[in-house]
Nanobody, 120 residues
Framework: QVQLVESGGGLVQPGGSLRLACAPS????????MGWYRQAPGKQRELVAV???????KYADFVQGRFTISRDNTENTVYLQMNSLKAEDTAVYYC??????????????WGQGTQVTVSS
């Protein structure tokens, strides 16, 4: 059973930085996409960034160059470096892993989330 554990959230002032990490406990195949979503109070869950299996990255428009997603292939850990944080970035950030394994089975794993609060 794959489990995803997020870390790195916390309270930061506007303009500050945080680095989130998502550490899988089980086997994560290189063919899986790994990414980050977030959900703020009163809002729908939304995509933040994706590190695709082919190595490409995608970001939501609101990122505006402030965030960087990366993946450590040795540890199968995905990171989200967040700079120039704004109050509207306040949300619970969730790690997500999805894709098809070597036998074609589709998986979709979610972490429990880590709270990011941007406030002065």
């Amino acid at each position: 059973q794959v489990q995803l554990v997020e870390s790195g959230g916390g309270l930061v002032q506007p303009g500050g930085s945080l680095r989130l990490a998502c550490a899988p406990s089980g086997i994560i195949y290189s063919t899986y996409d790994m990414g980050w979503y977030r959900q703020a109070p009163g809002k729908q869950r939304e995509l933040v960034a994706v590190f695709a299996s082919g190595g490409s990255t995608k970001y939501a428009d609101f990122v505006q160059g402030r965030f960087t997603i990366s993946r450590d292939n040795t540890e199968n850990t995905v990171y989200l470096q967040m700079n120039s944080l704004k109050a509207e970035d306040t949300a619970v950030y969730y790690c997500n892993v999805r894709g098809r394994g070597p036998y074609g089975a589709y998986v979709n794993y979610w972490g429990q989330g880590t709270q990011v609060t941007v406030s002065s």
